[in-house]
């Protein structure tokens, strides 16, 4: 199997992995609204460890699609937001907001690389700022042993746009809907 047929694979993984957190996310959204189990908490859990690996190769596929042209903020925003991917899994409370600003670093710089569909990447970067500032909100004020349902329902919503931005590249790079490479210019 070729690289370009890897890369292009790794784009459905993408959407795999999206569409698995932002059921992950709704099942968040219904227990902040009163309505769920602790059943769906564990649900939620146990899906966010695997979607999150899957991510993760989503990721290396969509930043591989445009490795050459994205330049010094691409590479960073790439590693950023796949090393904050390990450190979540080992719990650490700061690795949500360095995900956020990779992601936004990424999606910026694909912008400027013009591979993905602009859209789709103005709705990533939306759902990674609404997602950083919440979690940001959420590691600034100590809410004791439990954060207000209204923030946790503000996070998973600031998910669910961030969660469509990334299915909306996976499905770009997957069916090969993606531009051609531009040399950014300095």
Same mark, same amino acid.
């Given at each position: 199997?070729? !690289?370009?047929?890897?890369?292009?694979?790794?784009?459905?993984?993408?959407?795999?992995?999206?569409?698995?957190?932002?059921?992950?996310?709704?099942?968040?959204?219904?227990?902040?609204? &009163?309505?769920?189990?602790?059943?769906? #908490?564990?649900?939620? %859990? /146990?899906?966010?460890?695997?979607?999150?690996?899957?991510? *993760?190769?989503?990721?290396?596929? #969509?930043?591989?699609?445009?490795?050459?042209?994205?330049?010094?903020?691409?590479?960073?925003?790439?590693?950023?937001?796949?090393?904050?991917?390990? !450190?979540?899994?080992?719990?650490?409370?700061? /690795?949500?907001?360095? *995900?956020?600003?990779?992601?936004? #670093?990424? &999606?910026? *710089?694909?912008?400027? /690389?013009?591979?993905? +569909?602009?859209?789709?990447?103005?709705?990533?970067?939306?759902?990674?700022?609404?997602?950083?500032?919440?979690?940001?909100? #959420?590691?600034?004020?100590?809410?004791?042993?439990?954060? +207000?349902?209204?923030?946790? &329902?503000?996070?998973?919503?600031?998910?669910?746009?961030?969660?469509?931005?990334?299915?909306?590249? &996976?499905?770009?790079?997957? %069916?090969?809907?993606?531009?051609? +490479?531009?040399?950014? %210019?300095?």
């Amino acid at each position: 199997m070729s !690289l370009s047929a890897l890369i292009r694979w790794g784009g459905l993984i993408a959407v795999i992995a999206a569409v698995l957190l932002l059921i992950a996310d709704l099942v968040v959204l219904v227990n902040a609204l &009163g309505q769920g189990s602790s059943g769906g #908490l564990l649900f939620r %859990t /146990a899906i966010s460890q695997s979607a999150g690996a899957l991510l *993760a190769l989503g990721l290396v596929a #969509l930043y591989a699609q445009q490795a050459e042209v994205a330049g010094y903020l691409g590479l960073v925003g790439f590693l950023a937001a796949f090393l904050s991917l390990w !450190l979540a899994a080992q719990d650490i409370l700061w /690795a949500a907001l360095l *995900a956020n600003i990779g992601w936004v #670093l990424f &999606g910026v *710089a694909s912008i400027g /690389a013009r591979i993905y +569909p602009r859209i789709a990447l103005i709705v990533l970067i939306a759902g990674a700022v609404l997602a950083g500032v919440v979690n940001l909100l #959420l590691l600034a004020i100590d809410f004791g042993a439990r954060a +207000p349902g209204f923030m946790v &329902g503000l996070g998973a919503i600031a998910d669910v746009i961030f969660f469509v931005g990334v299915a909306w590249l &996976g499905i770009s790079l997957f %069916t090969g809907r993606v531009g051609e +490479p531009r040399r950014l %210019t300095s």
